[in-house]
């Protein structure tokens, strides 16, 4: 298989735990922000990574979206599973999913670009990092106000997640979960950001575990 890719994003970082937990063996592809979509459009229709090649007969050509690609692991290969056995189970774990992907995941993205523009510019200021850096701001409007809703958005959704991680190894049933992949990818770009680190140290304990259990090199920060 061959996993297109962003290699700092963390939705293809979702996609990468997913493959990592399944212990399936897949290749690389890292794409230019901006030039990709000469590849990735006329293959699924969408411009978003990341986007897996199963390059297997009989599979579809090219998996689109992080939860299908979810999808499409689990009923090529069930064992070990991502979905959960008992289907209200299932059901809240695909709803957090959604509430990640839809909301977590894009307030995560306000506040890392907007910290590698400012306080976190020492982390890469060469040339070609704040060139994509601006580039990703101005594709999303990210901006002041923009950033600071997201906080806002982020700090309840972090104070939810670290009670239920507090309670159990896993935010749903008892064990893990695409919910807990989703967590760990979609909040890991916060491991950079000093304030977050010290505020809600047991969400970094989560995120490390969940990369151990995948197989997966720790993000940057942690
Ligand atoms: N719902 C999508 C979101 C993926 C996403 O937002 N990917 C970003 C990178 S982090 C992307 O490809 N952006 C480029 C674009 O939209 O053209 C998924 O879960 O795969």
Same mark, same amino acid.
């Given at each position: 298989?061959?996993?297109?890719?962003? +290699?700092?994003?963390?939705?293809?970082? &979702?996609?990468?735990?997913?493959?990592?937990?399944? *212990?399936?063996?897949?290749?690389?592809?890292?794409?230019?922000?901006?030039?990709?979509?000469?590849?990735?459009?006329?293959?699924?229709?969408?411009?978003?990574?990341?986007?897996?090649?199963?390059?297997? !007969?009989?599979? #579809?050509?090219?998996? /689109?979206? +992080?939860?299908?690609?979810?999808?499409?692991?689990?009923?090529?290969?069930? %064992?070990?599973?991502?979905?959960?056995?008992?289907? %209200?189970?299932?059901?809240?774990? =695909?709803?957090? %999913?959604?509430?990640?992907?839809?909301?977590? *995941?894009? /307030?995560?993205?306000?506040?890392?670009?907007?910290?590698?523009?400012?306080?976190?510019?020492?982390?890469?200021?060469?040339?070609?990092?704040?060139?994509?850096?601006?580039? !990703?701001?101005?594709?999303? *409007?990210?901006?002041?106000?923009?950033?600071?809703? =997201?906080? &806002?958005?982020?700090?309840?959704?972090?104070? !939810?997640?670290?009670?239920?991680?507090? &309670?159990?190894?896993?935010? !749903?049933? +008892?064990?893990? +979960?695409? =919910?807990?992949?989703? =967590?760990?990818?979609?909040?890991?770009?916060?491991?950079?950001?000093?304030?977050?680190?010290?505020?809600?140290?047991?969400?970094?304990?989560?995120?490390?575990?969940?990369? %151990?259990?995948?197989?997966? #090199?720790? #993000?940057? *920060?942690?």
């Amino acid at each position: 298989m061959l996993l297109l890719q962003f +290699s700092t994003s963390h939705y293809c970082r &979702k996609a990468r735990l997913a493959l990592g937990y399944k *212990g399936i063996s897949y290749h690389r592809e890292n794409l230019t922000p901006g030039l990709h979509i000469v590849k990735v459009k006329p293959l699924t229709g969408l411009t978003t990574l990341p986007v897996l090649l199963p390059e297997i !007969v009989g599979q #579809p050509q090219a998996v /689109a979206d +992080s939860t299908e690609i979810f999808r499409f692991l689990e009923s090529y290969q069930p %064992e070990p599973a991502l979905f959960l056995p008992n289907s %209200e189970h299932q059901n809240q774990a =695909a709803m957090l %999913e959604d509430w990640l992907d839809e909301s977590i *995941g894009t /307030a995560t993205r306000f506040i890392y670009y907007h910290f590698r523009a400012g306080v976190g510019k020492a982390i890469d200021p060469s040339l070609f990092s704040q060139v994509v850096i601006k580039v !990703v701001r101005k594709q999303y *409007g990210i901006n002041d106000t923009s950033v600071e809703l =997201a906080r &806002k958005r982020l700090a309840n959704a972090l104070l !939810v997640l670290s009670m239920y991680w507090q &309670k159990s190894d896993y935010l !749903v049933g +008892s064990r893990l +979960s695409i =919910a807990d992949i989703t =967590a760990a990818a979609l909040l890991s770009p916060l491991a950079l950001i000093p304030d977050y680190r010290q505020q809600y140290p047991q969400i970094f304990t989560r995120i490390t575990h969940i990369h %151990e259990l995948c197989n997966e #090199p720790l #993000p940057p *920060g942690l």
